[in-house]
């Protein structure tokens, strides 16, 4: 039920109705609170890879207001996410959700501008693989919250979500 209410509240912010969406993120806040869930707006530190897909959803109504809305991708977000994603490559973990295996099958990744030219190569018909066979990544959304910068992202075929917090 409170993923219906976060997704009705999404819709109604993206059209506008402000005042509706504040009144659905008390419902949503007590519903959370009876359940016991946690519902505060803080996101723990660093890199969590993968996270399940109603994490972003629900972290996407909490903090709209956060949302960093540049015309374009910021690219020091895609260096970070490239960065992040490497260092984990390179460490053999699998972040914060052991239950999940997110590089047993993949070889690196590669974070593109969904605003470029790479973004159109490797996500539309003809799809073209990159040159190493990395799996390709996607920045979501972007907020700016307490003194972080928290991206969200995701992997375009496979659709792991994952979520990157820094100090700014």
């Known amino acids: 039920m409170i993923k219906k209410l976060v997704i009705l509240a999404n819709e109604l912010d993206n059209k506008g109705f402000y005042k509706e969406v504040d009144y659905l993120d008390s419902m949503i806040k007590n519903a959370t609170e009876e359940e016991g869930e946690e519902h505060e707006e ?11 897909k109603g994490e972003w959803e629900v972290a996407k109504h909490k903090l709209r207001r956060y949302q960093v809305r540049e015309p ?18 390179a460490s053999g973990s699998v ?31 003809p799809k073209e693989n990159p040159p190493g066979g990395e799996t390709v990544v ?27 917090e820094e100090d700014t």
Do not use: C
């Not at 723990?44 to 993968?50: A, D, K, R, T, V």
């Not at 910021?74 to 992040?84: C, F, G, L, T, V």
């Not at 959304?141 to 990157?164: A, C, M, P, Q």
């Open 72 to 89: 374009l991708m910021d690219p020091r977000d895609i260096s970070s996410i490239q960065k992040a994603l490497d260092d984990l490559m």
């Open 138 to 164: 996607v920045p979501l959304t972007t907020y700016e919250l307490e003194g972080k910068r928290i991206n969200y992202f995701k992997t375009v075929h496979s659709d792991k979500y994952g979520k990157l």
């Open 42 to 52: 803080k996101i723990p530190s660093s890199l969590i890879f993968p996270i399940d």
């Open 95 to 125: 972040g914060l959700h052991s239950a999940y295996s997110a590089l047993e099958e993949d070889t690196g990744y590669l974070v593109v501008d969904p605003f470029g030219d790479d973004f159109s190569r490797y996500t539309k018909w």
